[in-house]
């Protein structure tokens, strides 16, 4: 359940007088994600949806955001479009919170991934990596390499001994062998959790992405690697080879990866796999158990890194 602050259909109204968008016909909260609170606005012009930005979202960065999704929208990148008031603004404040209302984007989570799902994605990405490099303002990774060391320290001594033990030396080789900003990879704009619940399918065809409050700059290589982990494995650890394959031919249908971005693209799969295993073993120790959201599971994400370990050299996408 995502709605940690609520907000009455009277506050909305009377918000909305200051929108060009029509006048609130329905509110209704919404049950997926698990940062910020989102509702679905019907108005008399349409469907939008209203985000009020809760804790984890630094407050002085919601600005790079707004403009990184208008720049993307405006590009041809589907994704949700921050809608301004008649004032001009995007962002706005709502029960003591930086709140923004953006346009509705069509269609779904595919309920099963096949091999053209991941072709098309890559596609996409590819094309949102390219259209980003014109994008001029940086981002930090709040949860890149520099960040680790630190999440784990965090969860040690709260019951997952085993695990931690198991990490620690992974981790530390992992950061030795990450890619400097001198080393001439392939650097953007890159989206950063672009699991299957974020990338939206109709008719079987892409129509675009949400939730980029992960987004940031870093290496583009780091972004496809990602997707590779949350697209092509089973939860018990397989890699699916032939998703692999299409995801990387969708890409390089776009934009072709450097030899060095090939060459790294196992420690990015590694470094992949323990991002998300370090912050899902982090929300596991923090968040208490009367919280609303359920946490997700670290344990796949180990055996996502498990198999990388093993499989470091071979690269099976190409
Ligand atoms: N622009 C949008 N268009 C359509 N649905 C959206 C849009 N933004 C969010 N949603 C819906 O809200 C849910 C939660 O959004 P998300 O951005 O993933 O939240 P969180 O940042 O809390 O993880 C999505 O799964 C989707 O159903
Ligand atoms: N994709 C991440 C968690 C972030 O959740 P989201 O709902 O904001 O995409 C994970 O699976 O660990």
Redesign the pocket.
């Known amino acids: 359940m995502?709605v940690y602050t609520n907000v009455s259909e009277q506050q909305v109204s009377s918000c909305l007088q200051n929108y060009p968008i029509g006048q609130l016909v329905r509110l209704k909260g919404?049950a997926?994600?698990?940062?910020?609170s989102?509702f679905l606005l019907d108005t008399t012009q349409g469907k939008y949806?209203l985000?009020l930005y809760e804790k984890r979202i630094k407050r002085e960065e919601l600005p790079w955001y707004m403009d990184l999704m208008q720049f993307f929208a405006q590009h041809h990148i589907r994704c949700?479009l921050p809608v301004r008031t008649k004032e001009g603004e995007c962002l706005i404040e709502l029960n003591e919170r930086p709140a923004a209302i953006?346009?509705?984007?069509d269609g779904?989570e595919v309920s099963e991934i096949l091999p053209e799902h991941c072709f098309a994605l890559g596609v996409s990405m590819a094309r949102m990596h390219l259209v980003g490099l014109e994008f001029k303002q940086n981002k930090k990774n709040h949860v890149g390499p520099d960040s680790w060391n630190a999440l784990l320290e965090k969860s040690v001594n709260h019951g997952h001994d085993d695990l931690i033990r198991e990490i620690d030396p992974v981790l530390r080789k992992i950061i030795q062998s990450w890619p400097t900003r001198q080393e001439g990879l392939p650097v953007g704009q890159i989206h950063a959790d672009l699991f299957p619940?974020?990338v939206f399918f109709q008719d079987n065809y892409l129509s675009g992405f949400?939730?980029f409050?992960f987004a940031c700059t870093d290496f583009l290589a780091y972004d496809l690697a990602i997707a590779l982990n949350a697209w092509c494995f089973k939860e018990t650890g397989e890699y699916l080879v032939k998703r692999a394959r299409a995801l990387v031919a969708g890409y390089q249908s776009v934009r072709i990866l450097t030899e060095k971005e090939r060459l790294l693209l196992p420690i990015f799969k590694m470094g992949a796999a323990l991002r998300f295993l370090l912050t899902r073993l982090h929300d596991l120790v923090y968040t208490p158990s009367t919280a609303l959201v359920t946490p997700k599971d670290p344990q796949p994400y180990l055996y996502r890194l498990r198999y990388h370990q093993l499989n470091k050299v071979e690269t099976y996408e190409f």
């Not at 997926?32 to 910020?36: A, H, K, M």
């Open positions: 995502a919404i997926q994600g698990v940062e910020n989102n949806i985000t949700p953006f346009t509705f984007l779904k619940d974020n949400i939730d409050y």
